[in-house]
């Protein structure tokens, strides 16, 4: 159980001559919840969408489970058991949100000619209905998901991530633009979740870019510091916080 | 689901008992109706469900209908030709999909566009294959289990039940596992990609399928007015098929049944406006798009969020006076 799920290693991207990300290494262990902060333009993002197959790195080398996964695209990283979000809300306007939650595991069931004229719901139905339960939304269940909330909605996309048992979520910025009293109820999901996936036989690991001081000093077990597209310093909330370097560059006071 | 049976139960109920009352050009037309709604239907799914803005469905609709007639024009039967028609267009179909993958919007029309021009050359130009600009002519009717299918009621009704049964098939498409792929697809690709869903994949077969539906109706085509020439497959006709489905509601099961009948049935019941009436035509499509831009069929759910917003607000106005705040 000491293998990582996720080993990142030297990974590099440049746009032009901007360096965005310029050799990051880190790995994120079984069940282990890995935030990732640092200032806006610190590379976050770019090295996110290069773990996630989005942008192709430059160079370095991404490792999921033992497997070299540098090169794979989105589609094949999810197959293998890669969920994400996205900064900005990412749900199927139009789909009702059980769809949404069936859409987002229907992939995993079968092959492609199996699923041609199979059930709708592909046998999903069950276990959409208990991440809808588990994320309170059991009242808007059958509702469009374009049609609700942006909190609403924010809880279908991290929902909608979980579906396909992923042994790895990426989650970018799931906090942003949430009201405070649903960022405590996103934090105490996203630990159950944790809980639940790592007792189970898979590793539940995430990784949570956030710019919520408090939500990632509560929730991650370790914490990578970026600034600048490089690494300033990985460990503890607590080491984090006593690290004079990080509080001089991004913390503050 | 259930009123949507209800509703295609009571369509089909008007459409096998009317036809007998009606004179054979009344029929012709009903045939002609059914025939761009099978059309229709696969545009339908490339546009309305998986979102990809195909402007070369005519295309297709020649492939069918020049496969089937050049294939009876050497005496071959029709039910070799109609497979032949449907496996042409799925291969070609899969093709025309590839520039999918790399432009979208109205980078994909124009090059749909393009190949529909294309296509029409072949049809107009090479005339040892095709007949160019003469056509080919004296198409025959199939016959159907030892039936004939000549006199137009019978055609039609053959046509009626190809089109109920390629109905079903895709209504059973569309609530697959597949239907929602495409509708994910067309909602957000990149979102669709991180949940396993191959794009690429999906892209391609729903233009693959679309013009498999395309061909069929131009195969039904070619033996219902049993003479074709380039004319009718050239980009008008795209453009048409395009504003149909818009017009019935892309994305609607059932909008091509109200766009074809816009675009096929209108004209002729506007003949009494005579030199008038491609503006009186005109000038209704402009107000539909106007009004409805989600086409007709998003009337009842435009009328069932109207009531919902109702609802909401006296719900919204009670639990405001049980707080004791004025309105």
Redesign the interface.
Known sequence: MNAPVLKVRDLKKSYGAIQAVGGVSFEVMPGEIFGVIGPNGSGKTTMFNSVLGQIRPDAGRIELNGEDITELSPVELNRRGVGRTFQTLQVFGKMSVRDNLIVAAQEHQGSLWSRMFAPGDSGLSAKADALIDQFRIRHVADKKAGELSYGQQKLVDIAMAFMSEPDLVLLDEPCAGVNPSLVGGISTLLKELNKTRASGKKPGSFVVIEHNMDFVMDLCHRIMVMVEGTVMAIGTPAEIRANKQVLDAYLGN | MKKSLLFGLAGLALLIAVPPFLKSYGIYLFSTWLVYVIANMGLNLTVGYAGQKSLGHAAFFGIGAYTVAILMQHGVSFWIGLPTAMLGCFVIGLVLGFPALRVQTIYLAFATLGFNTAVWLVLRNEEWLTGGTFGINNIGRPELLGLSLESPLAYYYFVLGIAVVLSALMW??L???????F??LR??P??????????Q?YTLLSFAIGAVYAGIAGALFASLVQFIEPAPFAVGTSFMMYLMVVVGGP?YFFGPLLGTAVGVLLPEWLRFAQAWYLFVFGAAVVLLMLWLPDGLLSIPDRIKARRQARDASAARAANAAKLGVQA
Do not use: F
């Open positions: 059973k498409l609530h697959s596992p597949w239907g929602k792929a509708t994910a909602d957000n990149i979102r669709a990609e991180s949940l396993g869903i191959h794009i994949t994305g």
